[in-house]
Nanobody
Framework: QLQLVESGGGSVQLGGSLKLSCTAS??????IGWFRQAPGYEREGVSCIISSGNTYYPISAKGRFTISRDSAKNTVSLEMKDLKPEDTGMYYC??????????????????WGQGTQVTVSS
Protein backbone atom coordinates (compact mmCIF):
# COMPACT_ATOMS: atom_id res chain seq x y z
CA GLN A 1 0.00 0.00 0.00
CA LEU A 2 1.39 3.36 -1.05
CA GLN A 3 1.29 5.79 1.84
CA LEU A 4 2.78 9.10 2.96
CA VAL A 5 2.63 10.11 6.59
CA GLU A 6 3.47 13.56 7.91
CA SER A 7 4.48 14.27 11.50
CA GLY A 8 6.02 16.99 13.61
CA GLY A 9 3.35 19.66 13.51
CA GLY A 10 2.38 21.62 16.59
CA SER A 11 1.76 25.03 18.09
CA VAL A 12 4.55 27.58 18.44
CA GLN A 13 4.85 31.27 19.03
CA LEU A 14 6.05 33.93 16.62
CA GLY A 15 9.69 33.29 15.79
CA GLY A 16 9.58 29.65 16.82
CA SER A 17 10.78 26.59 14.93
CA LEU A 18 9.38 23.23 13.91
CA LYS A 19 10.65 20.24 11.98
CA LEU A 20 8.17 18.28 9.91
CA SER A 21 8.81 14.80 8.58
CA CYS A 22 7.31 12.90 5.67
CA THR A 23 7.77 9.15 5.66
CA ALA A 24 6.79 6.85 2.81
CA SER A 25 5.76 3.24 2.80
CA UNK A 26 5.25 1.10 -0.25
CA UNK A 27 7.50 3.18 -2.50
CA UNK A 28 10.76 5.13 -2.48
CA UNK A 29 10.57 8.88 -2.14
CA UNK A 30 11.94 10.65 -5.20
CA UNK A 31 10.57 14.14 -5.90
CA ILE A 32 8.73 15.46 -2.86
CA GLY A 33 6.95 18.71 -2.27
CA TRP A 34 5.68 20.28 0.92
CA PHE A 35 2.47 22.27 0.77
CA ARG A 36 0.34 24.15 3.24
CA GLN A 37 -3.29 25.12 3.29
CA ALA A 38 -4.98 27.58 5.60
CA PRO A 39 -8.76 27.65 6.02
CA GLY A 40 -10.34 29.51 3.12
CA TYR A 41 -7.14 29.55 1.09
CA GLU A 42 -5.80 27.42 -1.73
CA ARG A 43 -3.07 24.90 -1.15
CA GLU A 44 0.34 26.46 -1.78
CA GLY A 45 3.77 24.94 -2.23
CA VAL A 46 6.48 25.85 0.27
CA SER A 47 9.33 23.62 -0.85
CA CYS A 48 10.32 20.70 -3.04
CA ILE A 49 13.29 18.40 -3.51
CA ILE A 50 14.19 15.96 -6.26
CA SER A 51 16.26 12.78 -6.14
CA SER A 52 19.47 14.63 -7.07
CA GLY A 53 19.06 16.84 -4.03
CA ASN A 54 18.14 20.01 -5.88
CA THR A 55 15.64 22.08 -3.96
CA TYR A 56 13.29 24.96 -4.64
CA TYR A 57 11.53 27.45 -2.39
CA PRO A 58 9.09 30.28 -2.97
CA ILE A 59 10.11 33.72 -1.75
CA SER A 60 7.89 33.35 1.31
CA ALA A 61 9.92 30.37 2.52
CA LYS A 62 13.41 31.10 1.27
CA GLY A 63 15.88 31.55 4.10
CA ARG A 64 13.44 30.24 6.71
CA PHE A 65 12.54 26.74 5.47
CA THR A 66 14.96 23.94 4.62
CA ILE A 67 13.95 20.72 2.93
CA SER A 68 16.17 17.66 3.14
CA ARG A 69 16.01 13.93 2.62
CA ASP A 70 17.24 10.87 4.52
CA SER A 71 17.26 8.14 1.92
CA ALA A 72 18.08 5.43 4.45
CA LYS A 73 14.88 6.23 6.34
CA ASN A 74 12.88 7.04 3.21
CA THR A 75 12.00 10.35 4.80
CA VAL A 76 11.93 13.97 3.69
CA SER A 77 12.01 16.68 6.35
CA LEU A 78 11.07 20.33 6.37
CA GLU A 79 12.79 22.46 8.97
CA MET A 80 11.03 25.76 9.58
CA LYS A 81 12.43 28.64 11.60
CA ASP A 82 11.40 32.22 12.31
CA LEU A 83 7.80 31.13 11.98
CA LYS A 84 5.07 33.72 11.48
CA PRO A 85 1.30 33.59 12.03
CA GLU A 86 0.84 33.48 8.24
CA ASP A 87 2.68 30.14 8.23
CA THR A 88 -0.27 28.61 10.05
CA GLY A 89 -2.05 25.83 8.19
CA MET A 90 -2.23 22.15 7.48
CA TYR A 91 1.05 20.97 6.00
CA TYR A 92 1.11 18.16 3.47
CA CYS A 93 3.84 16.27 1.69
CA UNK A 94 3.31 14.81 -1.75
CA UNK A 95 5.17 12.84 -4.43
CA UNK A 96 5.63 14.53 -7.82
CA UNK A 97 4.42 12.58 -10.84
CA UNK A 98 7.96 12.81 -12.30
CA UNK A 99 10.96 11.76 -10.22
CA UNK A 100 13.32 14.35 -11.64
CA UNK A 101 11.08 17.39 -11.43
CA UNK A 102 10.24 19.87 -8.77
CA UNK A 103 7.35 22.28 -8.72
CA UNK A 104 5.08 24.12 -6.33
CA UNK A 105 1.89 23.28 -8.20
CA UNK A 106 -0.34 20.80 -6.36
CA UNK A 107 -1.69 19.43 -9.64
CA UNK A 108 1.77 18.02 -10.46
CA UNK A 109 1.66 15.66 -7.47
CA UNK A 110 0.06 12.26 -7.35
CA UNK A 111 0.38 10.88 -3.82
CA TRP A 112 -0.52 12.91 -0.76
CA GLY A 113 -0.31 12.45 2.97
CA GLN A 114 -3.08 13.34 5.41
CA GLY A 115 -1.34 16.42 6.73
CA THR A 116 0.00 17.76 10.01
CA GLN A 117 -1.24 20.98 11.60
CA VAL A 118 1.08 23.92 12.24
CA THR A 119 -0.20 26.84 14.31
CA VAL A 120 1.85 29.96 14.91
CA SER A 121 0.53 32.47 17.41
CA SER A 122 1.58 36.04 17.93
Amino acid sequence: QLQLVESGGGSVQLGGSLKLSCTASGFTLEAIGWFRQAPGYEREGVSCIISSGNTYYPISAKGRFTISRDSAKNTVSLEMKDLKPEDTGMYYCAEHRYHDRCSLHPADYVYWGQGTQVTVSS
